[in-house]
């Protein structure tokens, strides 16, 4: 009899498939993608399949029940994550999912709580460090409201500013490095501070001098690449040791260079060339576009479609479009430590751009997009 008791329990305490009754849902809502070439982290497959995600989530699951979407044979992808922009208004963020951005990294937004209310269903999903830290007399200081808490004249005054930053919800430290500082000393100190606590740190860098000093202090991403003089070998080396990953924004380094009608060569031997030599010497690449609207900067790269310009200006520089997808998606979130995307994976966020051809066979078919899912949520571009 006990037997009997014990089978009527243990049936009665799960559900149909064998879990507790608390990891029940019974409001799921299924939608399966048929008929696409999925993504695999390193190529599309020849033969066509299906991806099932259930409430925002990829789902190891049968598409029985589900709302069925032909893919039509198009290739799907993860959703894009810009790894450098500047998001001053949350309608910013409607421009980059209509181009398959997924996932924005702002870099330099302030108040934190003005990023903050742009988070909502469906729409990109955006992380930020708030203020960047510089010293007083650089171009942002000078940017009227600019934080007075963001100078960092000093160690002590950089180790504050990193408490101070955490304190109000940033996801990781920018400092912004100029000639006029901070120093090494005070660099050194805010890296320090931040991966204490647990927070990595981007510095603003387009200068030789400037990824020198990145590289010295151990800063986990240098952006932008230097305008005066490539990345050399020895630079390379550098990088490389200290596990350090570049985001060039070269649509922004062409743009200051068109706009401020420089010499080409500073574009095209210095920024392009940065790029061609850390990507031969394993440098890790990511993609972002440096995408604002402000009127005190000298170049504004327009949101979302620069992503793709980006894309393009990596692959003239020599990135293979395979890794230039990899810097847009799985590696991105690797070395952002977003482990809930950048990959078609079971358990990780439905964050998908379906595209109707192939952006390895050219990368200018990251712009075919035909359907955007940000976290399950469908938005059609062509509406």
């Known amino acids: 009899m006990w037997t009997v ?14 879990v507790p009754r608390e990891f029940e849902r019974r409001d799921l809502v299924k939608t399966a993608i048929t008929n696409v070439h999925v993504w695999d982290g390193g190529k599309f497959p020849s033969t066509k399949s299906t991806v099932v995600f259930i409430n925002g989530r ?15 044979g198009g290739y799907l992808l993860p959703g894009f994550i810009d790894s450098h922009c500047h998001i001053t208004s949350c309608s910013y963020l409607d421009a980059m999912r209509q181009y398959g951005v997924t996932t924005a990294l702002d870099m330099g937004t302030y108040p934190i709580s003005s990023i903050n209310a742009c988070k909502a269903s469906g729409v990109t999903d955006v992380r930020t460090p708030g203020a960047a830290g510089t010293v007083n007399g650089t171009l942002i200081s000078q940017i009227p409201g600019f934080p007075t808490d963001s100078f960092i004249p000093n160690p002590a005054a950089g180790r504050q500013f990193v408490s101070t930053r955490i304190s109000q919800g940033a ?26 606590a647990g927070k990595q740190v981007i510095t603003h860098a387009t200068t030789y001098d400037d990824y020198s000093k990145a590289e010295a202090a151990g800063a986990d991403f240098p952006c932008h690449v230097p305008l005066d003089k490539a990345i050399d070998s020895a630079s390379v080396s550098n990088l490389v040791s200290g596990k350090q990953t570049v985001v060039p924004t070269l649509i922004m380094m062409q743009s200051i260079v068109n706009n401020t009608h420089a010499p080409y060569e500073a574009y095209l031997y210095n ?16 993609v972002g576009t440096d995408a604002n609207a402000n009127p005190y900067v000298p170049a504004n790269p327009p949101f979302g479609i620069s992503f793709h310009q980006e894309l393009q200006l ?55 997009i035909q359907r955007v899912w940000v976290n399950g949520v469908e938005f059609d571009p062509s509406t």
Do not use: W
């Open 58 to 72: 990829l789902a190891n699951a049968l598409p029985i029940g589900a709302t069925v979407i032909d893919g039509k």
């Open 171 to 196: 996801d990781y430290i920018k400092v912004f490095l100029d000639p006029l500082g901070p120093d090494e000393e005070t660099l050194a100190a805010i890296v320090q501070a931040a991966h204490a």
């Open 271 to 286: 920024a392009q060339g940065s790029v061609t030599n850390m990507y031969k010497g394993k440098v890790p690449i990511l």
């Open 314 to 368: 990596l692959v003239q520089a020599g990135v293979s479009p395979v890794d230039a997808i990899k810097g847009a998606t799985s590696t991105a979130a690797s070395k952002f430590k977003l482990y809930d995307r950048g990959s078609i994976l079971p358990g990780l966020r439905a964050d998908l751009v379906l595209l109707s051809a192939d952006p390895t066979v050219n990368i200018q078919n990251s712009l075919s």
């Open 5 to 18: 008791a014990l089978a009527l329990a243990i049936l009665g305490s799960t559900a149909a498939c064998g």
